[in-house]
């Protein structure tokens, strides 16, 4: 099982980006999808997850700003991005649990790719 982000890149405070994971492989069900992110000399900190029924929660900090979305056909997690301000960047990561079969499952983490938002 691979996960593959793309979609990050630089932008001015204001603009915005869309990073899509999807998720490729032995795939039985996707269970929660989220994106963390990590700035540098920091913590690697959740920003949005998703569960299968489409049930989102956000950090705070991004609340009103960030919409997370699946698309379960595709095996596609999806984060737009709007409002974008310059703490908001860092090297974003998708995250996936992900099951084989019905009883084995694992969590899987994409490669990352870096959102740069310049004041």
């Known amino acids: 099982v691979q996960l593959q982000a793309s979609g990050g890149g630089l932008v001015r405070a204001g603009g915005s980006l869309r990073l899509s994971c999807a998720a490729s492989g032995s795939i039985f069900r996707i269970d929660t999808m989220a994106w963390y992110r990590q700035a540098p000399g920091k913590q690697r900190d959740l920003v949005a997850s998703?569960?299968?029924?489409?049930?989102?929660a956000y950090a705070d900090s991004v609340k009103g700003r960030f919409t997370i979305s699946r698309d379960n056909a595709t095996s596609t997690v999806y984060l737009q991005m709007n409002s974008l301000k310059p703490e908001d960047t860092a090297v974003y990561y998708c995250?996936?649990?992900?099951?084989?079969?019905?009883?084995?499952?694992?969590?899987?983490w994409g490669q990352g790719t870096q959102v740069t938002v310049s004041s």
């Open positions: 998703i569960t299968s029924d489409g049930d989102a």
């Open positions: 995250n996936a649990r992900i099951r084989s079969t019905y009883y084995r499952g694992e969590t899987y």
